[in-house]
């Protein structure tokens, strides 16, 4: 299967490998994710320039032998995110972001939708740095949950179906649970429940907000289902 592959991508983690070379985690969205070799890129003179730096959107042409590991032999920017670069918080949204990413999807398991979402999530941190707020993280997130296939369960009581009284989120039952069904669960306000709602039906780019503490109740919702179901543990989504 030796040949050329010609894709997208997105840079998640660069890696310096050897004298000169680096290693590239990348997002693509027919491959989902891979790993390729650029080498000689850290000399002065490299045909590639900077561009093969974390968070870049890429055009790339790959070579792809016998090993597991790719090789760049082209690469084109689509789209360098130069501005959230300069933003300590956005930077930090995106490392998180790309980090999550990496660490939800196994090499070769390609979920177009992930590719978008993530390229969108860049995209608007770029337009707009002020946009890294812990609910616009978190939102992120949990489309993330939701292309992975761990949406969480947000209509009904995950147990046994209740809608009237829902007043916790269980990771382990997939949802909000009922007082019932409540065994390892966490109270979860109805503040946090809306978010969670308003942010899985809404655009990236029309992501809610909302008090600190119903924040905290989503980002923990999130958290526990990724580690019943993905049985991943993620960074928290922001430093604050
Ligand atoms: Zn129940």
Redesign the pocket.
Known sequence: MAGSLKTEAIVLRSIRFGEADRVLHLYTPQRGRLSAIAKGVRRAKSRFGGRLEPYFRLQLVLYEGRSELLTVTAAETVHPHAQLRQDARALDGASRACDAVARLFADGEPHEGVFHLLANHLALLDAEPARATRGHALAFRLKLLLAAGFAPQLAA?A??G?TEHVVGFSGAAGGV??P??EASAFPLGEEAHGFLVTALGRPLSAAPDASPRALAQAERAILETLEHHAHVRLRPVSAT
């Open positions: 009581c147990g046994c209740d649970v009922c019932a069904c």
